[in-house]
């Protein structure tokens, strides 16, 4: 189910972009429910070090995961442009932090390209396809099920002490 399979299947691909600490990053529109202003989040004792805590949207509650600390970068801050997207994935649905909505890019299935051999032999998986721009950096396709492992992953003790 990589890049590859969807490539041939399908002639037109939708994809949410937004930024993340300076670069952009695309989910697939049908994974996104929607886009909503940042907002603060409670915490949830215990929760997997990824889940900053929860929204309440609308009567629902939904998790809360910044994407710049899933990526290995440092937690966003807070700005006007700053945004939640809310993603349902495999039945689960969560937020993600991001620093800004981008653009709704449709793409020829074809232009979904593998990312670099070397990244994946190296077992890099955060990213699952790349889209190339003429009018600037290449796009990052995410794929969710690396970042739920994440998730799931920062849930198990790694270090000892923590409280």
């Known amino acids: 189910m990589g890049a590859e399979a969807g490539a041939q299947g399908e002639s037109q691909v939708d994809l949410a ?5 300076g670069n952009v990053y695309a989910i697939d529109v049908l994974q996104v429910r929607e886009i909503v ?4 989040v409670t915490s949830l004792p ?3 070090g990824l889940i900053r805590g929860v929204i309440d949207l609308r ?14 970068g ?18 689960l649905v969560l937020g993600l932090r991001v620093d800004a ?15 670099p ?13 790349v889209v190339r721009r003429a009018e600037g950096p290449p796009v990052l396709v995410l794929s969710l ?15 000892g002490g923590g409280a």
Do not use: N
């Open 117 to 129: 051999a070397l990244a994946t032999q190296a077992g890099y998986d955060a990213v699952r396809a």
């Open 46 to 48: 215990k929760a997997p």
């Open 59 to 72: 009567g629902s509650v939904i998790p809360v995961v910044d994407l710049g600390s899933a990526l290995g």
């Open 17 to 21: 972009c937004f930024e993340v600490q």
């Open 74 to 91: 440092g937690e966003l801050v807070a700005t006007p442009r700053a945004r939640i997207v809310v993603l349902e994935v495999d039945g």
């Open 37 to 40: 202003r940042w907002q603060e």
């Open 145 to 159: 099920e690396h970042l739920l492992e994440s998730v799931y992953r920062s849930a198990l003790p790694s270090q």
């Open 101 to 115: 909505a981008v653009d709704v890019m449709s793409v020829e299935g074809s232009a979904l390209e593998a990312p």
